[in-house]
């Protein structure tokens, strides 16, 4: 509002005009989240700006991975990130959100992305010629494509046409069998 009193020439007179302030545009920018695999621990990670590109430090944003929230501030670079570790094989979903203030509006993306399985591989320890009605013995296990072995692991071993539902165990991924030798020549 303005306002002139008026003089002994001029009249008073009074002017009056509104305008709005809007709340500041925002941006949510995420790194590359591709190439994950089961069971691997990850950062996520991104930027929040002003749609300037002016980094917002402080502002708490929300990420959502799989129904799963996880709160983190951002640093005084707009920077965020947290480290996950992936437990759904197959399409992944990963909202991440900023809730809005009294300055800046709400912002969120969703990106999805694919998580693959890992490598493994059946190890069996060799088995020696033996003769008939002997005990054999051998391990069989599966292994990681790091070397590790997989403890709990489900396994169907066939010898000879018969299967044998097993279980490798907890502490070492291995299973040992033992079975008299019934077969005259090649078992497999």
């Known amino acids: ?5 008026g003089n002994s ?18 941006v949510i920018i995420l790194d590359d989240i591709s190439g994950f695999e089961y069971y691997e621990l990850r950062r996520i990670s991104g930027r929040f ?8 430090a ?3 944003i929300t990420l959502i991975v799989n129904k799963e929230e996880y709160k983190r501030k951002t640093g005084a670079d707009g920077n965020f990130s947290m ?5 759904h094989v197959g399409e992944n979903k990963l909202t991440v959100l900023f ?14 992305f ?15 010629d033996v003769e008939y009605s002997d005990v054999v013995q051998f391990n069989v296990g599966l292994m990681r494509d790091t070397g590790s072995m997989i403890g709990e692991a489900p396994l169907t071993v066939i010898i000879n046409d018969v299967r044998y539902n097993i279980k490798t165990d907890y502490w070492n991924g291995i299973y040992t069998m033992g079975l008299t030798a019934k077969k005259i020549g090649v078992n497999n």
């Open 83 to 87: 480290q996950y570790v992936v437990n």
């Open 114 to 128: 694919i998580v693959g399985k890992k490598d493994t591989m059946i190890t069996i320890s060799d088995i020696p």
């Open 1 to 5: 509002t303005a306002k002139f009193n």
């Open 9 to 26: 020439v001029y009249n008073s007179v009074n002017a009056s005009m509104t305008f709005t302030v809007v709340k500041k545009d925002t």
């Open 58 to 60: 402080n502002a708490t």
């Open 49 to 56: 700006t002003r749609d300037t590109g002016v980094p917002i």
């Open 99 to 112: 809730d809005g203030n009294s300055v800046y509006k709400s912002v969120n993306t969703t990106v999805t």
